[in-house]
C-alpha cells in the first residue's frame, strides 16, 4: 500500500499527469526531473533551519515534496503564457487524474467546533487531514494526501461517520491546521480559565454575582492570542469591518468582505467581556465604563504597511457591542483613476478639485467609499507647494503630508470651530470629515468665500438633494450659489469575479421591468461569476464605485431659490449631461463589470 502511495507522488507520475493536463510541456517535465535533486537538497536545508520553528508552531517538518520543487522553480504554464504553475493548480490536476472532488476551502464556511473537536492538532498535523463539514451523513475531510488510508480510517473510528475524501493543497490545510486549532486552543484554554457558574445577562439588568472583573483580565496570553488571530484573520479575508456581537448564549463575530456581512465564529459568551477588555486596552478606552458609547484607535503593522483600526463601542441588549473599521492604506490612498470612473466622470471630478476655490461636496451612505474619495483626492493633489489641513472625527488614516486635526467635542474643539481657526494657518485646500449642522455649513462656506477649496461629505441620497440639504441646514441660497462648485454622489459595487466571468442574455424588456431602463431592445450580453474557489463561490471579487457628478452650474444656481423643487432642478442637470447613478450602474453592467442585481441592489429607480 505504501509502494502505491509513493508511486502515485512518484515526480515521473507527477510529471505526466501534469503533461496529460497541458500544464507543462515534455522538455518542460525532463528539465524539472534534472533539477529535482539539487533543488530538493537545497529545500531540505532550508526545512532545517526552520524545523524548530515549525514544530513550534504545529506543523511538524516534512521532508520536501516534487511539488515543492515545481513550486520553488516558479515554472510557467503551457496552457497561459506568463502565468505561474501554483499549487492550486498541480492539485487539480492530481485530482482530475485520480477522480477525487478538488476544494479550495473557504475558512469563512467551516465550523471551528467541527474542525477542532473531531480529531486532534497532534493527529491533524501529522496526517494532514482537516475535517471540513458533514454532508449527506458523511464528515467530508480535506488532505492533499488522499490514500493515507490507515489515518483515514482513524478518523471514522474517531467520528463514528462514513469519511469521504477532497484534494486540497498541502500549504492550505497547514495554514488552516495551525489557525483553526490555534484559536480552538486559545478559546477553550481561556473558557476554562473564565468558567463561573454566574449569569452574565448583558445589560438588561442587573445580577448580583460574588465574581470581580479582577477574573476577566484582558493581558491574558490566551485571549492576546485569540483578539490577534481574529485582526490577522480579518487581513487574510480583506475584511473592512469587525462586528463582536453579544447574544444571549453566544459571542458572535461577523466580518464585512466586499460590503457583505459573514459569520465568522461563535464564541462562548463567558469570554465576550475578556476580549471587548482587550481590545479597549488595545485602544485606550475606559474599561470600567460600560454604559456610554466610546470611540477610540489602534495601529497595527499588516506585513510591511501599518493599517488603522477605527474602534467603536456602545451597550446593547446582551453586553457592548464592539465595531473594529479596518482602515487599510492601501484601499484608502488609490490612485483616482483606479476607483472606478468612466473617462468622463473623472474628466468633470478632476476640473472640479482643480478649482483654486470653492466647495466640493461627497455624498453617498456609511460604506459607499467616500473617505476613499477625498483621501485618493487630497494625495493627487498634493504637493509641497500646496498646504492641506484636514479636520476629521475621528482621523481616519495619518498622513504625513496633511495637517491632520481631530475634532474633540469635549473641548469644544468642533468641526466649525476648528474651521474658523484654521483659515488663519494659511491652508489651501482644506477637508473637512462631514458636514453635520449649520455651524460647519456656514463655516466652510465662509472657508470659500475666502479662497479656499474645500472638500467634505454630506449623508445624502443622491446629487441634486445634497443642494436641498444645505437649504435645510439654513444655508441661504445666495451663500450656496457663491461657495458650492460641484457636487459628487457615489455607491460601492462588487465586481463579477474575472476567474469565472460567465456570458449570458437577457431580455432587455425584463431589465426594464426591474427598473434598469437601456436602450438597446431585444437580448442583451451580459456577465455573471459562476463562482469559484478565487470568489469564495459567491461570483464576485472586489469592488468599484459608480458616481453621479454635478457641476454646480449657472443654471442650476438660478433654480435654487428657497421654494425651489426638486424635480425641476433634476430635470435641468440631466439635461446638462448629469448622468445618475443607476444609469452609471448600467454602464458598469453592460461592460461585464457588475451584475444588475448589484445595480438594484445599491441605487434606485430615479423619476
Known amino acids: 500500500m505504501q509502494d502505491q502511495r509513493d508511486k502515485r507522488f512518484s515526480s515521473q507520475n507527477i510529471c505526466r499527469i501534469l503533461i496529460t493536463a497541458k500544464i507543462i510541456s515534455k522538455e518542460q517535465a525532463q528539465d524539472l526531473l534534472k533539477k529535482e535533486i539539487r533543488v530538493k537538497n537545497s529545500l531540505l536545508k532550508q526545512v532545517k533551519k526552520t524545523s524548530d520553528k515549525s514544530i513550534t508552531a504545529g506543523v511538524q517538518p516534512d521532508s520536501v515534496s516534487f511539488i515543492d520543487v515545481i513550486l520553488y522553480l516558479k515554472i510557467e504554464r503551457l496552457d497561459q503564457a506568463g502565468k505561474r504553475i501554483d499549487e492550486d493548480l498541480i492539485y487539480k490536476a492530481l485530482a482530475n487524474a485520480w477522480k477525487l472532488p478538488y476544494k479550495k476551502i473557504d475558512p469563512l464556511k467551516l465550523e471551528l467546533n467541527l474542525v477542532t473537536g473531531t480529531i486532534s492538532k497532534a493527529f491533524a498535523s501529522k496526517y494532514l487531514l482537516l475535517p471540513l463539514m458533514i454532508e449527506e451523513g458523511k464528515l467530508i475531510v480535506a488532505t492533499p494526501d488522499p490514500f493515507n ?316 438633494s445634497t443642494v436641498f440639504r444645505l437649504l435645510d441646514l439654513g444655508i441661504p441660497p445666495y451663500l450656496i450659489h457663491s461657495s458650492l462648485i460641484g457636487i459628487i454622489a457615489q455607491r460601492l459595487v462588487r465586481k463579477i469575479c474575472p476567474y469565472c466571468a460567465q456570458e449570458f442574455e437577457m431580455d432587455a424588456k425584463e431589465l426594464c421591468d ?24 459567491t ?20 433654480l435654487t431659490t428657497q421654494d425651489a423643487r426638486l424635480e425641476i432642478l433634476r430635470e435641468k442637470a440631466l439635461k446638462e449631461g448629469l448622468v445618475l447613478l443607476r444609469q452609471n450602474g448600467i454602464k458598469k453592467m453592460l461592460k461585464g463589470q457588475t451584475t444588475y442585481q448589484e445595480i438594484l441592489r445599491v441605487t434606485w429607480d430615479q423619476k
Open 539 to 558: 461570483g464576485y471579487k472586489g469592488r468599484t464605485g459608480i458616481y453621479e457628478i454635478m457641476p454646480y452650474s449657472d443654471s442650476l444656481k438660478m
Open 149 to 464: 488510508y490507515e489515518a483515514i480510517k482513524d478518523v471514522e473510528m474517531v467520528s463514528k461517520l462514513k469519511v469521504k475524501v477532497v484534494l486540497s493543497s498541502k500549504s492550505d490545510i497547514e495554514k488552516l491546521i495551525n489557525e483553526f486549532f490555534g484559536f480552538r486552543y486559545s478559546i477553550s484554554a481561556a473558557e476554562d480559565l473564565f468558567s463561573t457558574k454566574g449569569i452574565d445577562i448583558g445589560n438588561l439588568e442587573q445580577f448580583v454575582s460574588l465574581k470581580t472583573s479582577d477574573e476577566f483580565p484582558s493581558t491574558d496570553q490566551h485571549i492576546v492570542n485569540a483578539v490577534n488571530h481574529l485582526f490577522s484573520y480579518s487581513f487574510d479575508q480583506k475584511a473592512s469591518d469587525i462586528h463582536i456581537e453579544p447574544k444571549r448564549d453566544i459571542c458572535l463575530v461577523r466580518m464585512r468582505i466586499d460590503g457583505v456581512l459573514n459569520t465568522v465564529y461563535k464564541l462562548p459568551k463567558k469570554l465576550h467581556n475578556a476580549v471587548v477588555s482587550r481590545i479597549k486596552t488595545l485602544s485606550r478606552l475606559d474599561m470600567a465604563e460600560k454604559r456610554r458609547p466610546q470611540d477610540g484607535r489602534i495601529k497595527m503593522k499588516k506585513g510591511k504597511t501599518e493599517v488603522e483600526i477605527r474602534v467603536s463601542t456602545i451597550p446593547v441588549a446582551f453586553g457592548e457591542k464592539v465595531v473594529l473599521r479596518i482602515m487599510d492604506p492601501d484601499i484608502l490612498f488609490q490612485d483616482l483613476e483606479m476607483l472606478g470612473f468612466f473617462r468622463d466622470d473623472f474628466e468633470r471630478y478632476k476640473q472640479l478639485i482643480s478649482m483654486p476655490f470653492g466647495i466640493v461636496l461627497v455624498t453617498g451612505p456609511t460604506g459607499s467609499g467616500k473617505s476613499t474619495t477625498l483621501y485618493s483626492s487630497l494625495r493627487m493633489l498634493s504637493s509641497p507647494e500646496v498646504n492641506i489641513t484636514t479636520i476629521e472625527d475621528p482621523i481616519e488614516m495619518i498622513h504625513e503630508e496633511f495637517n491632520q486635526i481631530a475634532v474633540q467635542p469635549a473641548v469644544n474643539v468642533t468641526f466649525g470651530a476648528v474651521l474658523k481657526s484654521i483659515l488663519r494657518q494659511d491652508p489651501d485646500i482644506i477637508m473637512v470629515g462631514e458636514i453635520r449642522d449649520l455651524e460647519t455649513a456656514h463655516a466652510a462656506v465662509q472657508a470659500a468665500l475666502t479662497g479656499h477649496l474645500v472638500l467634505s461629505t454630506l449623508h445624502t441620497n443622491d446629487a441634486v
Open 514 to 537: 426591474l427598473g434598469l431602463k437601456i436602450k438597446p431592445s431585444g437580448l442583451v450580453k451580459l456577465k455573471h461569476g459562476k463562482g469559484c474557489v478565487k470568489c469564495r463561490n
